[in-house]
């Protein structure tokens, strides 16, 4: 209570400054301020998922961009360390997309260095939908978690706008044989970059496909990040129980370990021509196969697994292999199913999660 009245307080102190002012410019970006201040003291309850949310009582939270630490680290800035005890993220969601193409064919050809956008002229079309996505997907993050910053890496920035939430890291790539070999090489040598430079080590890096929205939280994973190295989702799909959309490295976890497995997941699927040589990939990594109830693992080299429900972490919408339900915390759009992620961001956004996880159930 006391912190309210506090609240209040400063919000009507923007207001009195605001009005007192003597420049039409400086008076607008106080009332901007104290209108994001009134936003978070009134929003104490979220609709997402029909669970509470974290009462935001500190209102300077939602103008940091917790991307700044990461950006700091990725161009090797000086002061990155400064950044990072400051705006150190919690969640950090890592994005990959090349050359336009959500559905990529392991056997297409891509280019593994940056270009100009005069070149990429003729995926304008397909990357204006994936830059939609992107943008979706942050806004879909941002509701429920407000530490976080989502890193997106690309080989074509000139598609993707760098603003508050979202890092567009584009630099060479390493490129292998396939695009699944590819993109986890992208992954691991962000993971190696946080390690080396993060100092705090509670945080979640979270690998995960852009066509995809969060509409709970996942809390759940971070609290538990001690007690694992990788979580991965199970799919009632013998043939394939991993799906590669949704993958969690804890901060916590040993370094020599992820690089070893994710070296091996690098080496299988180097040599598949499959688009689905991720799975098979995961599949021989990660040896989880119960998608009832989690359960974990520890390999013969002592990486630690956490075998969690795709139901919970990576259902999709007419997906004989995963069920949706009230505790769906992220939705993917797999394949054909993109068609339905515009109308449900709509929904989560104007209503609420609860009203887009049962338009899913009902598709």
Not at 142 to 152: T, Y
Not at 279 to 305: D, E
Request: net charge positive; glycine share 4%; aromatic share 10%.
């Amino acid at each position: 209570m006391k912190d309210r009245m506090v609240a209040r307080k400063n919000i009507l102190l923007l207001i009195i400054f605001a009005l007192l002012c003597t420049t039409h410019q400086f008076t607008a970006v106080l009332l901007k301020e104290a209108g994001k201040a009134y936003f978070v003291l009134k929003k104490e309850v979220s609709p997402t998922n029909g669970v509470s949310l974290e009462v935001v009582q500190n209102v300077e939270l939602q103008n940091v961009d917790y991307c700044n630490c990461l950006e700091n680290i990725v161009s090797s800035h000086a002061t990155s360390a400064a950044y990072c005890e400051r705006s150190s993220p919690e969640y950090i969601f890592f994005a990959f997309y090349v050359d336009g193409n959500f559905v990529k064919l392991t056997s297409g050809k891509f280019s593994g260095s940056s270009e100009d956008s005069r070149s990429k002229s003729g995926i304008n079309e397909r990357g204006n939908i994936a830059a939609k996505m992107i943008s979706q997907l942050w806004e879909s993050i941002a509701r429920v978690h407000i530490k976080s910053c989502l890193a997106l890496r690309t080989n074509n920035k000139h598609l993707f706008k760098r603003k508050r939430g979202i890092l567009v890291i584009d630099s060479e790539l390493t490129a292998f044989p396939s695009y699944t070999s590819t993109k986890v090489a992208a992954q691991i040598e962000f993971y190696n970059l946080l390690q080396r430079n993060l100092i705090a080590k509670e945080f979640l890096l979270i690998f995960l496909d852009p066509d995809m929205l969060l509409v709970g939280s996942v809390d759940e994973l971070l609290q538990t990040a001690k007690s694992y190295d990788v979580a991965v989702t199970v799919r009632n799909y013998v043939k394939m129980p991993i799906n590669a959309g949704f993958v969690v490295v804890s901060g916590y976890s040993n370094p020599d370990l992820i690089n070893l497995a994710f070296k091996e997941m690098i080496d299988i699927g180097k040599n598949l021509s499959t688009v689905f040589a991720d799975q098979i990939a995961l599949k021989s990594v990660f040896p989880c196969s119960n998608y009832k109830k989690p359960s974990s693992y520890v390999t013969g080299y002592n990486l630690r697994i956490l075998c969690t429900l795709a139901s919970r972490y990576n259902a999709s919408p007419r997906d004989v292999h995963t069920k949706i339900s009230k505790d769906t915390k992220v939705l993917h759009f797999k394949g054909d199913r993109k068609m339905f992620q515009d109308k449900t961001f709509r929904i989560l956004k104007s209503k609420s999660a609860r009203s887009a996880i049962e338009y899913n159930m009902n598709i």
